[in-house]
């Protein structure tokens, strides 16, 4: 399984709204993958923001979403904060193989 | 509140065996459909899925590591534990365990990480 690929860096200024890209879901011949997001601080463990595609769990701002396209699945944050500067990495699930793959991590700077 | 913590030294030798421990609390690992895996990272780099055991102690383990890891459970003290044989310096990183309760196998919460290093 190879692992997905993401942009190393995103940046954005307060308030603009940003998308960082996760590819390579359905690499492996398009079986039913499940997609997830995390945000992860310095000296912290992963939050979960996403998963499912699209779906946030309870407590988790609405100014993030999830998209999938062909391939591709999305992370989008909206009306940019400051305390937005983190870590964001993707996964992928297979319920087939049981195998959890994660994306290389996107640090976003908030200028 | 549902929290794990992670266990284990934070200093072994190359090629000795590691044994790291998530205790849990705030739910069952008994309960139909409830998940617990293993996650690592090293320092500045991704994470790494490691191994999963399930209500029904299914256990999976990542392609790339399975002939060296082990995950085990103990459902009376609310504990997970993974064994990691034949350590080497590239298996230093921060260990976490995580709850995955949903068939979606996203991991709902995370403890906060145990760094382990190997050196000599």
């Known amino acids: 399984q190879s692992a997905l690929s993401q942009p190393a860096s995103v940046s954005g200024s307060p308030g603009q709204s940003i998308t960082i890209s996760c590819t390579g879901i359905?690499?492996?011949?398009?079986?039913?993958?499940?997609v997830s997001w995390y945000q992860q601080r310095p000296g912290k463990a992963p939050k979960l923001l996403i998963y499912?595609?699209?779906y946030r769990p309870s407590g988790v701002s609405d100014r993030f979403s999830g998209s999938e396209s062909v391939n591709t699945a999305s992370l989008t944050i909206s009306g940019l904060q400051t305390e937005d500067e983190a870590e964001y990495f993707c996964?992928?699930?297979?319920?087939?193989?049981?195998?959890?793959?994660f994306g290389g991590g996107t640090t976003l700077t908030v200028l | 509140q549902v929290t794990l913590k992670e266990s284990g030294p934070a200093l072994v030798k190359p090629t000795q065996t590691l044994t790291l421990t998530c205790t849990f609390s705030?739910?069952?690992?008994?309960?139909?459909?409830?998940?617990v895996s293993w996650i690592r990272q090293p320092p500045g780099k991704a994470l790494e899925w490691l191994a999963r055991i399930d209500w029904d102690d299914d256990k999976f383990y990542s392609p790339s590591l399975q002939t060296r890891l082990t995950v085990s459970r103990d459902t009376s003290k609310n504990q997970v534990v993974l064994t990691m044989t034949n350590v080497d310096p590239v298996d230093t990183a921060i260990y976490y365990c995580?709850?995955?309760?949903?068939?979606?196998?996203?991991?709902?919460?995370w403890g906060p990480g145990t760094l382990v290093t190997v050196s000599s």
């Open positions: 996964s992928s699930y297979s319920i087939t193989d049981t195998l959890v793959i």
């Open positions: 359905n690499s492996d011949g398009g079986r039913y993958k499940s």
């Open positions: 995580a709850r995955m309760p949903w068939t979606s196998g996203a991991f709902d919460l």
């Open positions: 499912d595609v699209n």
């Open positions: 705030g739910f069952s690992l008994t309960t139909s459909g409830m998940r």
